[in-house]
């Protein structure tokens, strides 16, 4: 059976100029750092999704309780980043959040993975034929090089001789290629190996420059909702994203310090900015809570109800006689009852 293929992205493209863009610095300026906050949230949950988010009142919740704020606010950031123009206006009608610009960055990284079918195509704003030529099928060429056949007659009596030299250069010319593969392969793990150690130092000097960052640390303080806490468990974190990294073999989505900021914060925020080193790690996992059931109340008895609503009037009556006077007292009038409740 064949693996399905995902829909959506486990990283995404981001410009280096994106700070100096004219529609994120409006965003900046009206909301400061809540707005850069919510827009990148945005990202990462339209690309983790596909190529759009349907925007509804739990989602509204989640962001406001995210942002710590009121949900009418995170409403009025949406609708000012639809007026400048970082999302479709047509598409925000029916709650929807893309752009075209998203669409073609969400083209460019599926490339040939792109599973058409699946495409929610009212939501799109590239025309399907244009989407077909920006995705272009790679296949392997397939070599149509014949090779000679020999034609040249043998005698009879030097047949098995020339199989035996034919058989023996062959094997010869088959150990000197397996050589010359051994060797390109050695040579091509060692650069690979190189590459590595170079890529884990720059990934070393990035953890610094980031914890060393008052703004950077500031924002993810905000942003991730747990106090100053968070900075003293970031490095360990990051230890732990390196080795998720070279695990799933993804050292080529993190080659500029961008990529690795952008790929740890959602790798973290995956792990719900989690702390506990066991529970990172995913060597622990969380045991579900226990529902305590109470066993309900024995029902009482039709006899035990009657005697209950017998004393009860019983009690009533003397507070009637007691609190309006009719001349005699309730115990004089009661013995001349009779006591069911006896």
Same mark, same amino acid.
Request: hydrophobic content about 35%.
């Given at each position: 059976m064949a693996r399905p293929i995902k829909l959506g992205?486990?990283?995404f493209p981001m410009d280096t100029d994106v700070l100096k863009n004219i529609k994120i610095r409006r965003l900046m300026k009206k909301y400061e750092s809540p707005g850069a906050i919510l827009y990148l949230n945005l990202l990462c949950d339209i690309y983790g999704n596909s190529y759009f988010v349907q925007i509804g009142q739990d989602y509204l919740f989640d962001l406001a309780d995210q942002l710590e704020t009121e949900d009418t606010e995170i409403k009025a950031m949406l609708d000012y980043m639809v007026e400048i123009g970082l999302?479709?206006?047509e598409l925000w009608k029916q709650n929807i959040l893309t752009s075209k610009s998203i669409q073609e960055r969400y083209l460019t990284a599926k490339g040939r993975y792109l599973n058409e079918k699946k495409l929610e195509k009212q939501y799109l704003l590239i025309p399907l034929?244009?989407?077909k030529a920006r995705v272009s099928t790679v296949k392997t060429p397939v070599c149509t090089e014949k090779?000679?056949? *020999?034609?040249?007659?043998?005698?009879?009596? $030097?047949?098995e001789s020339a199989q035996s030299i034919g058989n023996k250069?062959?094997?010869?010319?088959?150990k000197e290629n397996e050589s010359i593969n051994l060797n390109n392969n050695n040579h091509n793990n060692a650069r690979v190996?190189?590459?590595?150690?170079?890529?884990?130092?720059?990934?070393?000097q990035w953890k610094k420059e980031l914890l060393n960052d008052e703004d950077w640390c500031a924002s993810l303080v905000r942003y991730s909702g747990k106090g100053l806490a968070i *900075?003293?468990?970031?490095l360990e974190?990051? $230890?732990?994203?390196?080795d998720f990294i070279v695990l799933k073999a993804q050292e080529d989505t993190t080659r500029t310090k961008k990529e690795y900021q952008m790929s740890f914060i959602g790798w973290w925020r995956h792990n719900n900015w989690e702390t506990n080193r066991q529970l990172l790690t995913g060597t622990k996992q969380v045991a579900p809570p226990r529902t305590e059931y109470k066993k309900p109340a024995a029902r009482k008895s039709r006899y035990e109800e009657m005697m209950e609503v017998a004393a009860e009037a019983k009690l009533l009556t003397k507070k009637m006689y007691e609190n309006n006077g009719f001349g005699y007292t309730i115990e004089n009038s009661l013995e001349a009852t009779t006591d069911y409740t006896a």
């Open positions: 992205l486990d990283y999302f479709d206006a034929p244009e989407i090779t000679p056949v *020999i034609t040249v007659e043998t005698p009879v009596c $030097t047949v250069n062959k094997v010869e010319n088959n190996r190189e590459n590595d150690q170079s890529l884990k130092a720059e990934w070393d *900075i003293e468990h970031a974190a990051m $230890t732990y994203f390196d």
